[in-house]
Every structure is written in C-alpha cells, then in structure tokens.
C-alpha cells in the first residue's frame, strides 16, 4: 500500500451561510477522524475550524476560503490526506482505500476480478467485486467470506462468489 496514496475523508457539500463556511459529508469516522488533520488536498486547504453539524455531517472553515461564492465554488470537492498521515492500523483492521483496486481471488486461487467499492448499509462493510466482464457481486467483509486480505489481494470463499 502507497504510503503517499490520498485517502479521501469528507467532500464539501455546498456554502454553509454567507461567511465562507462550508457543509462537510464525512467518510470517515466522524469530525474527531477529521480533526487530526489541518492540512487538506496536499496543502491547497488549511482547516481554521471545524463542528459537529448533528447530522451526521460537519460545518469547516478552511483559511482559502473567504465568502460564500468561494465556498460554492468548492462544492463537490474532497478532502484528502496521505495516507501516512492516517493512524496505523490493528490487527484485523483496514482503511477502505487499502482494499479498493485490489485483486480478489477465490480461496482455490480462482481469479474473480477487482475491489471496486465498499458499501456499508448499517450491518457491515460489503465488498463490491467487477469480474473481468463487467458484471459485478457482494462479498461480506467477514471472516467466513473474506478468510485474508493483504496489500496485493483479498481471497474469497468459495461459497461467496456465486454473485
């Protein structure tokens, strides 16, 4: 895994009142994840402050960004930061922009295609897969469909690849 590579931890929604503030959509694990970083796009953005919105969301204000047309402007924008600057990882655990462009193999050695995506609808983290023809499946990222994983693959169970 690039250790330069960017992850992407929010992107800005739109102008949050007519200060230059802007709406946040986090990836991450909420604003605490943010609030490590203040530098943002590799220095472009500098984060000033940043709040909870009670929404799931957050409200920043970033140094660059001076009045609402610019916070408009920046609308749709991510925000990212190497991935070296994230914290290191535990036993077991992942940062989704590790797995995603990785090779998934069957658990007999099967090539099935390619991570694509990582989807979480409230029970987990699923794992979108695209074969080679296009088509696409859904693995659970659980120890029973993804027995391993590692910075060049994830292997799939058998039994989880009939997608």
Known sequence: MSQDKPVTLAAIAGAHGVTGEVRLKLFGEGVAALK?????????LTLK????????????????????TAAERLRGTLLTVPRSSLPPLEEGEYYHADLIGLTAVSDVGEALGTVVAIENFGAGDILEIERPDGRRFMVPMSEPAVPEWDDQRVVVAIPFTEG
């Open 49 to 68: 402050s940043l709040r909870d919105d009670n929404k799931g969301g957050a409200i920043a204000r970033f140094a660059e960004i001076a009045d609402r």
């Open 36 to 44: 490590r970083h203040k530098s943002f796009n590799g220095g472009v």
